[in-house]
């Protein structure tokens, strides 16, 4: 045996008894290998102190209320499965369908409806700017713009600077 | 389970009573508080009924069991964590009217055995609730023939080798956490 045949027994150990076998195929490793015996011992005894950890208590009626649970449980599906029938027999029928079909029909042409009036606003939106743009004067009136523009932008200082100069 | 899915409500009873323990154990160590642990491993077989009608016969049954009751319980510990003192009970409010649990302990010692073997299964148990929660699953799942090292590794949705280096350190912290008990070789005394 070998090392990595003695580390598959001490896995084996965690999940199981060895084997008579296993277990003397162990005990020989041991004997040739003492400093493994450490290590051995103290994996049996947690594996000892593993297995004697008692069964948690279950409640005697416990089974009983699992199946309460399901019971309850299978009622509710029944129930809604009972309702999605009842409407899915209503559907069947050809009154309803064709109430549907005009609410339908009745909510497109609603939509449509509006989508137009949308677009129709929006054309006449533009129509007006161009109806502004060509109400607009000669664009030869706009030739000293910019630099009336600026006039507007200069400081007051500016003003009584070039009034006191013309007076000289 | 193909009994169930077609709708053998006797068979759904005898996996009740065949997984119940199992699925408590796991529960109880990972929300210790016993009544909360029993509601959560109901709603762990109710789970398994209402997820009947998917089951395929290539799944492992108690593969897909453990891993309903460990998501369960992690979203509890996270449901906690937000909530930390809303009880349980007031989320599963339609249990309410279920009859108070009927618990028997079946463990009969002679009072200087019960006194020994109480204090070290309090040791263990305090020992086990340290570990992260991966450990101590795996190292419970380890126990027993049940489960291979695949199935725990699908359960905890980690790699096999993963799984097994997380049985190695978690082991390496009880030997540590339970050294005097074992050195002093109180667990042959059972």
Redesign the interface.
């Given at each position: 045996m070998n090392e990595s045949e003695y580390q598959a027994l001490i896995e084996a150990s965690w999940r199981r008894s060895l084997t008579d076998d296993e277990q003397a195929r162990l005990d020989a490793w041991l004997r040739t290998h003492p400093e493994a015996h450490n290590e051995w011992e103290s994996e049996s005894a947690l594996n000892r102190l593993l297995d004697q950890l008692p069964d948690v208590p279950v409640a005697s009626n416990f089974t009983a209320r699992v199946l309460r649970a399901v019971e309850r449980e299978s009622a509710v599906v029944a129930r809604n499965e009972s309702v999605f029938d009842r409407v899915k027999q209503w559907f069947s029928r050809p009154a309803p369908r064709v109430a549907w079909a005009l609410l339908i029909a009745g909510l497109l042409g609603f939509g449509y409806h509006q989508h137009q009036t949308n677009v129709r606003g929006e054309m006449a939106k533009g129509l007006s700017v161009l109806a502004n743009v060509a109400a607009l004067s000669d664009p030869a009136v706009l030739q000293d713009f910019e630099a009336i523009r600026r006039l507007a932008q200069s400081a007051p200082g500016d003003d009584e600077e070039l009034y006191a100069l013309l007076q000289k | 389970m193909l009994r169930v899915k077609q709708g053998d409500?006797g068979a759904?009873?005898e996996l009740?009573?065949k997984y119940?323990?199992p699925v408590?154990?796991m529960v109880?160590?990972t929300l210790p508080d016993?009544t909360e642990?029993?509601d959560l491993?109901?709603h762990v077989?109710?789970q398994v009924?209402?997820s009947a009608h998917r089951y395929e016969v290539s799944a492992k049954f108690t593969t897909g069991l453990f891993t309903i009751a460990r998501n369960l319980c992690l979203n509890e510990i996270r449901r906690r964590s937000r909530h930390p003192a809303q009880s349980l009970d007031e989320t599963f409010a339609?249990?309410d009217e279920?009859?108070i649990?009927?618990?028997?302990?079946?463990?009969t010692f002679s009072p200087p055995d019960s006194l020994l073997?109480g204090e070290?299964?309090a040791k263990?148990?305090e020992a086990l609730a340290e570990l992260p929660e991966k450990q101590r699953t795996a190292?419970l799942m380890?126990?027993?023939?049940e489960f291979s090292y695949e199935d725990i590794a699908e359960v905890l949705d980690c790699s096999v080798s993963a799984t097994?280096s997380l049985?190695h350190r978690g082991?390496e912290t009880?030997?540590q956490k339970?050294k005097p008990?074992?050195k002093t070789?109180a667990?042959?005394e059972?």
């Amino acid at each position: 045996m070998n090392e990595s045949e003695y580390q598959a027994l001490i896995e084996a150990s965690w999940r199981r008894s060895l084997t008579d076998d296993e277990q003397a195929r162990l005990d020989a490793w041991l004997r040739t290998h003492p400093e493994a015996h450490n290590e051995w011992e103290s994996e049996s005894a947690l594996n000892r102190l593993l297995d004697q950890l008692p069964d948690v208590p279950v409640a005697s009626n416990f089974t009983a209320r699992v199946l309460r649970a399901v019971e309850r449980e299978s009622a509710v599906v029944a129930r809604n499965e009972s309702v999605f029938d009842r409407v899915k027999q209503w559907f069947s029928r050809p009154a309803p369908r064709v109430a549907w079909a005009l609410l339908i029909a009745g909510l497109l042409g609603f939509g449509y409806h509006q989508h137009q009036t949308n677009v129709r606003g929006e054309m006449a939106k533009g129509l007006s700017v161009l109806a502004n743009v060509a109400a607009l004067s000669d664009p030869a009136v706009l030739q000293d713009f910019e630099a009336i523009r600026r006039l507007a932008q200069s400081a007051p200082g500016d003003d009584e600077e070039l009034y006191a100069l013309l007076q000289k | 389970m193909l009994r169930v899915k077609q709708g053998d409500c006797g068979a759904f009873e005898e996996l009740v009573e065949k997984y119940k323990q199992p699925v408590m154990n796991m529960v109880y160590r990972t929300l210790p508080d016993a009544t909360e642990a029993e509601d959560l491993a109901q709603h762990v077989f109710l789970q398994v009924f209402k997820s009947a009608h998917r089951y395929e016969v290539s799944a492992k049954f108690t593969t897909g069991l453990f891993t309903i009751a460990r998501n369960l319980c992690l979203n509890e510990i996270r449901r906690r964590s937000r909530h930390p003192a809303q009880s349980l009970d007031e989320t599963f409010a339609d249990d309410d009217e279920q009859p108070i649990r009927q618990a028997e302990d079946l463990r009969t010692f002679s009072p200087p055995d019960s006194l020994l073997h109480g204090e070290l299964e309090a040791k263990v148990e305090e020992a086990l609730a340290e570990l992260p929660e991966k450990q101590r699953t795996a190292i419970l799942m380890c126990r027993g023939d049940e489960f291979s090292y695949e199935d725990i590794a699908e359960v905890l949705d980690c790699s096999v080798s993963a799984t097994k280096s997380l049985i190695h350190r978690g082991r390496e912290t009880l030997k540590q956490k339970l050294k005097p008990y074992l050195k002093t070789g109180a667990w042959k005394e059972k």
